[in-house]
């Protein structure tokens, strides 16, 4: 180690994001190597909501060496293949946001324009068809690709949906297991060096004072350090992103879990339904401004499927993010860096983006602002990118039935983002830019799903001749719902998956 390596972390909260912290840094660093202490009040508690994820977690899970049986078992997970979009173009349409891709480019001409080439000249069932994850999502079932799986099951991809606070209990054990102190007490004071403003300890309300040198911030909505001692500031994203409340509710599930999630826009957001083992999770995401708290319960309640299991929480947030992750000390997670709402499930990917980056920064006691300085651009553009892919659902849309969706279809775009739908709009083109979470089969999906079609073909298909891509579309075709049969119902995989946990 070397004389200037930090020898003490102070993590501030144990909700999914401090405990992923937890976890990860304690398992990056040869043991004993540093101390990590996490600080958590049971009087405050969590968020307590956030139960769909994306692939990338599957990533995560393998660094930390868990077992995905036991995870399953433990997290009351189910898996996830896409999101399933029920009125979003316009009410009465549905279409499927699949992980992993559509169909497969020939010679490197991208997938979805030999589709659309085709589709202009026969009428094509939808894009869906040809991704593997939504045609097994589809059918309900499941099957996991092994490492050596080959076409067309190598193009399944999944993530899970799972009881987030089961989940931050299940890293607590690992992250104990690797050395990290839990401390439960109320945080009520912060002291700052004096000279260079770095945080020095925090205090609790029985008057223990925990001192640090690194200070990760997981305190949720309020960021007690990155905001209330830093004053760090936030950058709000309402103009694009209006929904600032939620109510949630679990109910019983009303049959077996599906291998997705749903998301129905209602007239001043949308609501998500969620498939765990032991029950349906449910929440209204909506403008205040377009509707009041009572009218949104009684929206959600409406909706639910089985019996409500517990009585609705409600939840305010303002779209954004800290204008700075890192600032002084100070590395923020969680819902303490900004918050986009779920329809996308990314939250928590954005917890994990922000660890990954954070061992790949790791300061020493010298704190290099051009750490910092790279740690905040590349937290910034993952915000934005991820920002910027949302604001898609919301404008792609012909709803015109309320004063919501009017403002939405009609609002002025971020520039990078009115580039990106300028390109689509004009032949179909679509690119990766830089680390761009969301590639370009994503916004085919929602694109081509909210009716949003190019309007001229790009030459580029011309290079490939039609009667070949019809014939390769054909085959692609059949070959996806030939492999889904044949997997077991997704419920089926789950019973067999968590026995297998047990028995091992
Ligand atoms: C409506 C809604 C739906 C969501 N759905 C999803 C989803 O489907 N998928 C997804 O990925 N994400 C989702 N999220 C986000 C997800 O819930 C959070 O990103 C995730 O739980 C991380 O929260 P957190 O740990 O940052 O904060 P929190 O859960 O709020 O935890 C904060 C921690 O800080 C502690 N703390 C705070 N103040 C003090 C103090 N003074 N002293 C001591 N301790 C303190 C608390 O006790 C707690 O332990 C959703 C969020 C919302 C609001």
Known sequence: MSDHAIRKVVIVGGGTAGWMAAAAISSWLPKGSMDIELVESDEIGTVGVGEATIPPLLQFNDMLGVKEDEFLAATQGTFKLGIEFVDWGAIGERY????????????SVPF???????????????IREWSMSAVAAGLGRFARPG??????LSQLVYAFHFDAGLYARFLRGLAEAKGVRRIEGKIVDVAQDGENGHVKSITLADGRTIEGELFVDCSGFRGLLIEGALGTGYEEWTRWLPCDRAAAVPCALSGPPDPFTRSTARQA???WRIPLQHRMGNGLVYS?????????EALLFANLEGEPLASPRHLSFTAGRRKLAWNANVVSLGLS???IEPLESTSIHLVQSGITKLLALFPDRRFNPAERDEYNR????????VRDFIILHYKATRRDDSDFWNYCRTMELPDKLASKLELWRSKG?????????FGPASWVAVLLGQGVVPGEQDPVVMTIDAAVAADTLDKMHLSYLRMAEQMPPHAEFIARACAASTAG
């Open 378 to 385: 590349q937290v910034q553009d993952v915000f934005e990118d």
């Open 112 to 126: 979805h324009q030999l589709y659309l080439r085709e589709n202009s000249r026969r009428s094509l069932p939808d």
């Open 147 to 152: 490492a050596g799986a080959r076409l067309p």
């Open 288 to 296: 205040s401004g377009h509707l009041e708290r009572d009218e949104a």
């Open 429 to 437: 083109r679509l690119f990766r830019d830089g680390q761009e979470l």
């Open 337 to 339: 860096t900004g918050f």
């Open 96 to 107: 499927f946001h699949p992980f992993g891709s559509h169909g497969a480019d020939i010679n």
């Open 269 to 271: 957001g949308w609501q």
